[in-house]
């Protein structure tokens, strides 16, 4: 298929989330991805599926996440991953356990107060618990938990699984997906974009740039300039235990995020900073933030002590200068569509299905218009300020 | 961060304490460097240099006196002996190093100023119907349990799969009485043809090691049975029978308690690749080997391997090695290097290599394609060569993408076991391998959750 209706740049969650959504509506999707499938940010992240607001910060993150912003997309995304295995017909291992978010200072849970008040605003249930409350639940929290914030719709799916899936199904609808076929150009012809791999060249009137971190370089290749600040965060996984713990425990100070997966092991993240951003290879880990991260966790948990440290790995997190998502089609490039940013992962059903109706000309479910890659717009030629 | 890991330095610091470690660090010691020498067992030696417990010495007199011997040289000669140990981590070009102590979890956070990996060889498995049944063990295991512990590993035994490590492991387990059913050998080194003899015929010495073996072998009417193989091991809760191939393509049913089966060592890298050194392919063309020259020096500037992590050579290299490295370190950080002729060593380490590249010859490896489906090859997460094939057979996963969506090497030996065998049955052509990363073994976490700051 060289003349699809829709070309997609990159395969992770995003790209391979829009492909399925598109090809559901009808149109002859083209997924090309310069490496393997989800080998990126999408396969490294934790997995988490975040309901309740997001309010942590990644420890070194200057600017805040808008959290009473993206509640409603939460709500939204909530009940897509609800339905999402019987939608791909196959396990992900989604699991919807509910989860807390603990505070150890009265500052703190003061914030998962100011919280709450915004969740029920947007309709998303939550409650404050007492520290107390909170270990009756879950007695594994350890007495530093002050209060802790409950969301019965947080949960997880596993990472490794979900994208894959999304491919799969979007080529059962006759998707086409190229792996190992990195873009090397995009030209404009006529109405329609003709994109380019090598010798190999696609064209259509429409192209979606979920490319994570390398957003800025495939946008670049089509003559428009956006604005990304990717970095590498990184993971902490333990050995297999049997079941011991069915939530989401994250911490509202410093990010911290914990749970058990399907498998048995412990997940530990929190968007820690990894030594250093690669992006042609793996990102090298940091020990300092391992070390950071683990002593958090097991401050909040403390049987973690009692385990052992399997993996660590880095991968890439595709931020924006404001930290905020960003997706729609580019102002003055008809047809060229951006999604990515942080929470994609929470997020990729809602704006899979949000690119579906934008590009059939139907307003997306909740508004996107103040995400739009318009306000990451730069001139290339304007002098570099210092 | 600072209180969690103890802070410590030394000008060299060498991992792994077996033949090649301890020849290494007697050298930096006698040249005037501070030596800290980290290994991950309880005593020094290594897997050649293997310390008896007391009471066993006591009774059945010391093991490889050579070993003791070097050890006390080691320890007079002012090194810093680390053992109970764990290196699971490094950075900055191996000049710092992290540590944990496998009895506590204490964590360490060692600074040198150069690096030499000394970490030795695991035996290479691979995988057959019956494999993880018990009763199914490596070869070293086996001479573990008879020199260490004068324990028999079974009554009746079968021994196979590849290489010159099966004969010692014959005459040892011969000696604490085990009968040896039947003697196994994939390949027909013991008939070479006229090239391979011609080779071998320059190291007298190393032939006449393997002339003794089989002598004894033959005293106890051990037979080697060339050109055969396991096909399958049988049983319920143990082994208790296997299937072997003969030469001509027969097959026999043999009743044992314990098949031991191994088809040699694989380098263990995972320290000098965490760092970033240049690798190549192995001459097995299933490993990635750090790229050194002539004394051990890597493409990593201060970061040395000696030994089998080199390429698998064996007990007489990785001492040769292990001073080579430590000659060239010193050149390169003692006050006053003394002068020191090393031409001879040089020649000597030529040699050996040369000796190894005929091994290499003399025992290849049978072909992965020759696994079946159904036979499970990551045992951790209980994958089977079969679902490797199909996740490979997508066409659009490389090694990590089959790994993730299998699960194959996502286990506690993270990937050490199955990772060669993995990549070989779904690697797109160019040789691949797991990526090494830390914690190069799976890190206790007492220290890092204790070790917390208060807010």
Known sequence: ????????????????????????????????????????????????????????????????????????????????????????????????????????????????????????????????????????????????????????????????????????????????????????????????????????????????????????????????????????????????????????????????????????????????????????????????SMAGNLAQAGRILPFLGDLRLLRMWAGPLAATPDEMPVIGEVPGHRGFFVAGGTYAFTLAPVWGDTLGRQIAGEPPADPVDDLGPGRLLYDATAPVSP | MADVMAESEADVAVVGGGPSGLHAALVLARGGLSVVLLDESDTLGGQYYKRRAEQLTAAFGDFRPRGTELIRQVRAAGVDCRTGTLVWGAEDAGRTLFTSDVHTGALGRMSTRATLAATGAYERSLPFPGWTLPGVVTPGFALHLATMDRVPVGSRVVLAGTGPFLLPVACALLEVGVRIEALVELNHPYRPSASVVGGALRQPARLAEAARYLLTLARHGVRVEQGARVLAAYGDTQVTAVDIAGADGSVRRVETDALCVGFGFRPSTELPRLLGCRTQADPTGTEQLPVVDGDGATS??????????????????????????????????????????????????????????????????????????????????????????????????????????TRAGMGPC??????????????????????????????????????????
């Open chain 1, 1 to 288: 298929m060289t003349q699809p209706d829709v070309v997609v740049i990159g395969a992770g969650i995003l790209g391979a989330s829009t492909a399925f959504h598109l090809a559901e509506r009808g149109y002859r999707v083209v997924v090309l991805e310069r490496g393997a499938p989800n080998r990126e940010g999408s396969g490294t992240t934790a997995g988490n599926l975040h309901i309740q607001a997001i309010h942590t910060r990644r420890p070194g993150q200057e600017v805040p996440v808008d959290s009473a912003r993206l509640l409603p997309l939460q709500r939204r995304a909530s009940d897509h991953w609800s339905q999402i295995e019987e939608r791909l017909d196959t396990d992900v291992e989604l699991r919807r356990g509910g989860g807390f978010m603990v505070a150890e200072t009265a500052a703190q849970e003061e914030e998962l107060r100011e919280k709450h008040e915004w969740e029920r605003r947007a309709g998303i249930p939550t409650e404050v618990l007492t520290g107390d409350e909170a270990r009756k639940q879950l007695p594994l929290l350890s007495d530093r938990v002050r209060a802790a914030s409950w969301c019965p719709l947080d949960g997880y799916a596993n990472p490794l699984l979900i994208t894959p899936a999304y491919l799969a199904a979007a080529r059962r609808l006759g998707a086409e997906l190229h792996a190992f076929t990195p873009v090397t150009g995009i030209r404009r012809v006529g109405d329609d974009y003709k994109v380019l791999s090598g010798d190999r060249s696609w064209t259509a009137p429409v192209v979606v740039n979920t490319a994570g971190p390398w957003i800025t370089e495939i946008s670049a290749l089509a003559g428009i300039h956006i604005s990304m600040s990717p970095v590498a965060i990184q993971m902490h996984v333990t050995v297999r235990v049997p079941p011991v713990m069915h939530h989401l425990v994250q911490h509202i100070g410093e990010g911290m995020s914990v749970k058990q997966v399907s498998a048995g092991n412990l997940l530990i993240g929190g968007g820690w900073p990894a030594a250093e951003l690669d992006m042609a290879g793996r990102s090298t880990i940091s020990v300092p």
């Open chain 2, 300 to 405: 990593v500037d201060g970061l040395y391997v000696a030994g089998d992590c080199a390429g698998i050579a064996g007990v007489h290299a990785a001492g040769v090695r292990g001073q080579l490295a430590a000659h060239a370190i010193l050149r390169r950080l003692a006050p006053e290097p003394a002068p020191m002729r090393v031409a001879g060593l040089r020649r000597r380490a030529r040699a050996l290599n040369r000796f190894a590249a005929l091994a290499d010859r003399l025992y290849p490896l049978p072909a992965m394609a020759d696994i079946p489906d159904d036979t499970q090859v990551c045992r951790c997460e209980g994958v089977s060569a079969g679902q490797i094939r199909q996740a490979a057979a997508t066409g659009w996963n490389d090694l990590h993408g089959t790994k993730a969506a």
């Open chain 2, 414 to 455: 993270q990937g050490r076991e199955c990772g060669h065998i993995v990549a070989a049955l779904a690697g797109r052509g160019e040789a691949e391998s797991f990526a090494a990363r830390m914690p190069v073994r799976p890190l206790p976490m007492t220290a890092t959750v204790e070790g917390q700051e208060v807010p």
